[in-house]
């Protein structure tokens, strides 16, 4: 396969969305999922925001806290609600969300692991099928990144931007990476660059953001440093702000910048492709992107946004 | 399936079948965050361990909690192994086996309570306890107070609560496949 | 008691480990003449067959061995010893589609005696047949114009045969003329690729035996071993014999293109000569990206530019062809976290042969490519796509990058001294006396590093290598001024291509499969073509042209026999033709004539795929040793014996291709269900719809046609195959058959790994979809 081949093999538009909410994501950044509304909403995409929905756990089994028998069987039910209810795209704001569900999707297809959670769904009244595909979030805006362009209220032609891709979208369903090679994706840089953004590469661009599960819990140097070097590489050229796909690298960067401001001795806030998105599609900057809960201030991007 | 011998049905997350058949390229430490922190974690010397058939006896060293899970490994190997899966799969034997460390018995007693009645694993609840890097980052006291401004729950990560039909069914689902709540769902 | 012969060879326990032979022996012995060996195929063995056929008067023989495609023509030499027709032989594969692929005895067993009972069943309707001798054409064909085409090329024109070689290049020469030195194992010092290859290209010029055609390809290939038509498409070079080398056209040229020849390190015209040295030494227009403005006309004092040539077609016979399709780089950009293509700095090993190259960009100058600065830290990553199992990686070793690293690392030692150079390797594989080579560069100063780069970064300008030197257990940054990618080497877009057309099997890497890994490295699996250098798999100069002068031994000993004995297996006319001259138009290869009203098939043309015998309407034509009789008691016999409750799936596999690529999967051991029964035919064009109900009627589960590749099936193209089988599977739908129990596989089968998939996949499918039908059970005739 050639090298487009294999980058435009995925890129089609799902219909129907099941909105999957991250638990990370409601907790600390509430703009995400609400930016990524507005932008459904704005472009009248059908979708179904199931409240019935819950956790993935996916945070919990990393930290080798949950059961993966119980993981695999409440997201068997979370599937479950999406092909029931006729909404079979699920998108996930969250990559370790949509890692652990394609996991879990796969694990599914084994007919005996099927046997033993539909024997625990039936409890509840369920039963698995299949039938259900997952998706980033993130991915959807790369599919409609044109018809998003066209309906924008502002550029980014005034920012230079540096983009996170989540270590759980690119390293683990590494073949499945849609913009690029996993080892290079470039899937939120063709986003910005749709809205006339300038990118700034830097050499640390597959380096972990430092979150870490465990360690960001525990006292110990990963988080810390692995967020260092991080942020030290993409500041190096002073981008006006840092677009990621996860809540969880977005709460590293975002908080260690603030944690480490007068080491590193440049600053830039860091966004959602989500919350960008949505604020260029003219969303209200504290009710809808929530641009408050970032700890580095966000005015100076919303400054530079040039009205179209 | 509630008894833990199940959980042999459930040997999956990331797993990939070729690990005995590592190279021992070192591919995967020298792109590993942790290795570059810590001297005593290695990917490939992980490796090495399965390869001369201790990967039962991982679960008991306490370098496996030092991996940040961030699948470079996983990407990066040359022979489709997994490292990271098979961290993963140390720390659920040492969860359940008593050997992980002290701090995240308690830090999961507030997850998976979190998730048995919110259905949500991570909330800000959460940060109540003590969470090592994680409190010192985040000021819950503004965290709290801008969540009250846009009129989110307190306790809940939702914005729109799990209702408690569905609330029932997680338990339920938790319960049979955990223990967790077992006298909880009686009552 | 018959008398027919039935041997059973134990093959030194690799069929009798799995298959009772004792008990085969037991059961036939009261039906046949039996005898047991441990080697059938050994002369006492041999000796023990042609005692029996005398002693007991046999009058057809049935071994139970190897494949036919091993010992077919041994055994029917032990037939034709003792004066028995050798077509009154029957062979049952009980090795490669039994022994090998079946794990449990008591399946293994019984499907062995299913297949010798089968055998039998056909032996009662074997014909006796004698075999004819056709000329061969006294002239070979050799594709591609790199060291190992070359070699052959010259191998076969001194003596004496009339060659062609084919080169897609408007030059000869390949990538030796890229690598610029060569290493050799006996010395350690590089040498100069022209310097033997110039008076190479020069004598293929040159030679009165030698047809060189450059920027030319086939197109097509058809007939057997001895005699072969290929079709030969030239592009027009639009610059004639006129032409002096000047050079003026290029400068006057206003298009640029990247170099191939110089790995795209530099641009060159559009109206170029590829090299100082290329043969022809003329210039050429590159026609895909030409203008055609003219300017090269009226600059051209010779008159030799012809703008608007036009493409020709040149057809050539042949007795043999061989293959020299040479290879391709692995593409590193598809490992973007190396840098390649990303950052300016980053090359590869061929690269920096074009930048050492006293012809290449820098004039033989280490200069690196973003300021045209000498470096002075180079550091060498090798395995990049090579032993690689992540998305279009290569899964093997491509066996030549550590010697091209070393070699490198030993020339700059020598020629810019104080050059600090790392390899960052593996495993280092310097196989036999190359071992000297890496000695000699250790000795140089030269710094090994045990561990395989993960990342190439650029921070400041400078570049940074990620690596665990695993001997230390210690993660790395290495900075470097250049890094230098040892890129694997796979099958050439052109190899595979042509192997497809040609019909050659190709191994799961898709390199051109040798017949036999260790006894014919340098035939295919079609007789009369054989293979050289890296087409055939990875390797160095030094053994591409060693299995040059094999693969041209073989075409010469082929060429040299002045004619071929050829197989009786033509159709044939029965005595109840109207002559209608139906079959006529169905065959392809206009092989039969209507004279006086009636059929005849010149057996010479007759390529034996079978299509003209159900086309004709009053079932006039036959086909030698796989008669409508002998087709039907295979059905039978591979379905005698099925009792209630077991599966049996048939499936129809070309002699040929699909035959061969089962015959690969019992040799790599892989294991299928016992239920499938394998029956070769000629051509899957041979089937005709009753064939298939035949087999439903006597209790078959499922049918599986497996069709190799298009050559065999009476000169029709692959388009008219497949029309062919979709009328066959149409005409089996109507007959009332379950449509999912029929499976038609008319792909090229590119390796035995598909095919090995496919019968798995069917098997399956057929037991999914399978209730037991007592109707079923009934019809059998057990």
């Known amino acids: 396969m050639t ?7 995925r890129a089609k538009l799902p219909e129907r969305l099941y909105l999957f909410k991250s638990c990370v994501a409601g907790t600390f950044y509430p703009g995400i999922e609400r930016s990524f509304r507005f932008i459904l909403n704005s472009l009248n995409v059908d979708y179904f925001d199931d409240p019935s929905q819950s956790s993935c756990t996916g945070f919990g089994v990393h930290c080798g806290m949950v059961p993966p028998q119980t993981n695999l069987t409440l997201n068997a039910r979370n599937l479950t609600l999406a092909s029931e209810s006729g909404y079979t795209n699920v998108v996930c704001t969250c990559p370790t969300s949509y890692a652990n569900l394609k996991e879990c999707v796969n694990e599914l297809s084994d007919t005996s692991s099927r046997a033993a959670v539909n024997d625990v769904l039936k409890q509840v009244g369920l039963e698995y099928n299949g039938g259900v595909t997952v998706y980033h979030a993130a991915e959807v805006l790369y599919v409609i990144k044109d018809s998003l362009a066209e309906r924008a209220k502002s550029s980014l032609s005034q920012l230079k931007i540096a983009t996170h891709h989540g270590c759980h979208y690119t390293k683990v369903f590494y073949d499945q990476v849609i913009g690029g090679l996993w080892e290079y994706p470039h899937l939120l840089d063709d986003i910005c660059t749709t809205f006339s953004a300038t990118l700034v590469d830097y050499s640390e661009r597959s380096l972990c953001c430092g979150m870490g599960f465990t360690n960001l819990m525990s006292t110990n140097d990963y988080s810390a440093v692995t967020s260092l070097r991080k942020l030290e590489s993409i500041l190096a050229d002073k981008p006006d702000v840092i677009v990621t796909m996860c809540a969880g690298c977005q709460l590293a960067l975002d908080r260690f910048q603030k944690k480490y401001e007068r080491r590193l001795g440049y600053t830039a806030p860091v966004l959602n492709v989500s919350q960008l998105v949505a604020i260029l599609l003219g969303a209200d900057k504290t009710k809808d992107a929530c641009l408050q809960f970032g700890t580095i201030n966000t005015g100076s991007i919303v400054n530079k946004l040039e009205a179209l | 399936m509630a008894n833990s011998d199940s959980s042999n049905n459930f040997d999956y997350l990331y797993k990939k079948e070729n690990k005995v058949r590592c190279l021992q390229c070192g591919r995967c430490a020298a792109g590993c965050p942790a290795a570059h922190v810590f001297s005593e974690y290695n990917p490939r010397e992980v490796m090495r361990r399965v390869q001369d058939g201790e990967e039962h006896e991982l679960h008991k060293d306490p370098i496996i909690w030092l991996c940040g899970q961030c699948y470079t490994c996983n990407s990066r190997c040359p022979r489709n192994n997994n490292p990271a899966s098979i961290i993963l799969q140390a720390r659920e034997r040492a969860y359940k086996q008593g050997h992980a460390p002290a701090e995240i018995y308690q830090q999961s007693a507030a997850l998976l309570e979190s998730l048995f009645l919110n259905g949500v694993t991570v909330s800000p609840v959460l940060l109540k306890e003590k969470l090592g890097v994680l409190s010192e980052l985040v000021d819950v006291e503004r965290l709290t107070k801008l969540r009250a401004e846009l009129g989110l729950p307190e306790h809940n990560s939702r914005e729109v609560p799990i209702p408690a039909k569905a609330i029932k069914q997680i338990r339920t689902i938790i319960t049979s496949t955990s223990g967790q709540g077992e006298r909880a769902n009686d009552a | ?51 029996s056929i005398r002693k007991h008067d046999l009058q057809g023989v049935v071994v139970a061995a190897c494949s036919p495609n091993n010992h077919g023509k041994t055994f029917r030499k032990c037939l034709s010893d003792t004066g028995l027709n050798p077509y009154l032989l029957e062979l049952a594969n009980v090795r490669e589609q039994c022994s090998w692929v079946t794990k449990d005895q008591k399946s293994a067993t019984r499907k062995a005696r299913d297949l010798v009972n089968a055998s039998i069943q056909r032996l009662q309707h074997a014909e006796p047949l004698s075999e004819f001798l056709v000329g061969v054409t006294n002239a070979a064909l050799v594709i591609g114009g790199g060291i190992a085409g070359i070699t052959a090329a010259l191998s076969l024109a001194e003596n004496g045969i009339k060659t062609y070689l084919v080169e897609r290049q408007p030059s000869i020469g390949g990538n030796t003329v890229r690598i610029g030195k060569v290493f050799s194992p ?85 109206i170029y000569k590829p090299f100082p040295q290329a043969v022809p030494d003329r210039y050429v227009i590159d026609i895909e990206n030409c203008v055609k403005c003219g300017k090269c006309s009226k600059a051209c004092k010779s008159k030799a530019i012809e703008l608007e040539a036009e493409p020709s077609l040149q057809k050539v016979k042949v007795g043999a062809i061989v293959l020299a399709t040479g ?13 390649y293509a990303r950052l300016d700095n980053v090359i590869t090993q061929l690269e920096l042969a074009r930048i050492i190259g006293v012809n290449g960009p820098t004039n033989g100058e280490l200069l690196r490519p973003s300021d045209g600065a000498k470096p002075s830290k180079i550091i060498m990553i090798q395995c990049v796509g090579s032993r690689d199992e992540k998305p279009n990686g290569l899964h093997y070793c491509s066996s030549v990058c550590c010697m091209v690293a070393l070699k490198h690392a030993n020339y700059i030692s020598d020629y810019s001294p104080g050059t600090q150079i790392s390899v960052l390797y593996t495993d280092i594989r310097t196989p036999g006396i190359y071992e000297n080579y ?68 190709l191994s799961e890497e898709l390199f051109v499969k040798e017949k036999h890994p260790k006894l014919e490295g340098a035939s295919t699996s079609i007789k009369g073509i054989y293979v050289c250098g890296t087409a055939q798999g990875p390797k160095d100069i030094t053994y591409s042209v060693l299995q040059a002068d094999a693969a041209s031994l073989e075409a010469l000993s082929l060429i040299g026999q002045g004619s071929l004995s050829i197989e009786p297996l033509s159709a044939f006319v029965k005595d109840s033709c109207n002559g209608c001259g139906i079959c006529v138009r169905h065959c392809r290869n206009n092989a039969i004539k209507i004279v006086d009203r009636a059929a005849t098939i010149d057996p010479m043309l007759c390529t034996g795929g079978g299509a003209c015998i159900h086309a004709c309407p009053t079932g006039a034509l036959d086909l030698h040793n796989s008669t409508e009789a002998q087709l039907e008691a295979s059905i039978r016999g591979m379905l005698a014996g099925k009792v209630n409750g077991e599966i049996r799936n048939i499936a129809f596999l070309d002699s040929k291709i699909g035959y061969a690529a089962a015959d690969n999967i019992g040799a790599s051991k892989l294991q299928y269900p016992s239920s499938v029964r394998i029956i070769s035919v000629p051509s899957v064009l041979r089937l005709a719809p009753r064939h298939i109900d035949l087999a439903f009627k006597l209790g078959a589960d499922g049918v599986f046609i497996g069709q190799g590749f298009e050559a065999e099936s009476c000169g029709e193209n692959f388009e008219s195959v497949e029309s062919k089988l979709n009328n066959l599977s149409a005409s089996v739908a109507q007959l009332g058959i379950d449509p999912a129990r029929l499976k038609i596989y008319r792909v090229y089968i590119p390796h035995f790994v598909g095919l090995h998939k496919r019968l798995m996949q069917f098997d399956k499918g057929i037991r999914q979809n399978d209730e037991p039908s007592d109707e079923l059970a009934l019809r059998s005739e057990t």
């Open chain 3, 1 to 51: 008691m018959s008398r027919f012969g039935v041997f059973l060879c134990r093959c030194d326990g690799n069929i009798s480990n799995t298959v009772n032979i004792d008990r085969l022996e037991k059961h036939f012995s009261q039906t046949c003449v039996v005898e047991t060996d441990q080697h059938l195929c050994s002369l006492q063995g041999q000796q023990k067959i042609k005692n």
């Open chain 3, 327 to 339: 290879h391709e780089e692995f593409d590193p950009s598809l490992r973007p976290e190396l840098g």
């Open chain 1, 3 to 9: 090298l487009e081949a294999l980058i435009s093999s």
């Open chain 3, 438 to 505: 890496y000695r000699h560069v250790q000795d140089k100063g030269v710094r090994f590093i045990r561990g395989r780069a993960s990342e190439v970064k650029q921070k400041a300008g400078k570049l940074y290598v990620s690596v665990e030197d695993t001997l230390r257990s210690k993660c790395v940054e290495l900075d470097a001024d250049l890094v230098v990618l040892s890129t694997g080497m796979l099958p050439s877009k052109g190899t595979v291509e042509l192997a497809q057309k040609l019909g050659i099997e």
């Open chain 3, 186 to 270: 006996h010395k350690m010092v590089e040498e100069c690729a022209m310097c033997s290859l110039s008076p190479l290209m020069n004598d293929v010029y040159e030679h009165p035996n030698i047809t060189l055609l450059t920027n030319a390809e086939v197109t097509s290939v058809i007939g057997t071993a001895g005699r072969f038509s290929v079709d030969i498409k030239i592009k027009p070079r639009s610059v004639n014999e006129r032409c002096t080398s000047c050079g003026e056209c290029a400068t006057v040229c206003p298009i640029e293109v990247a170099d191939w020849w110089n790995a795209n390190t530099r641009n060159r015209k559009a």
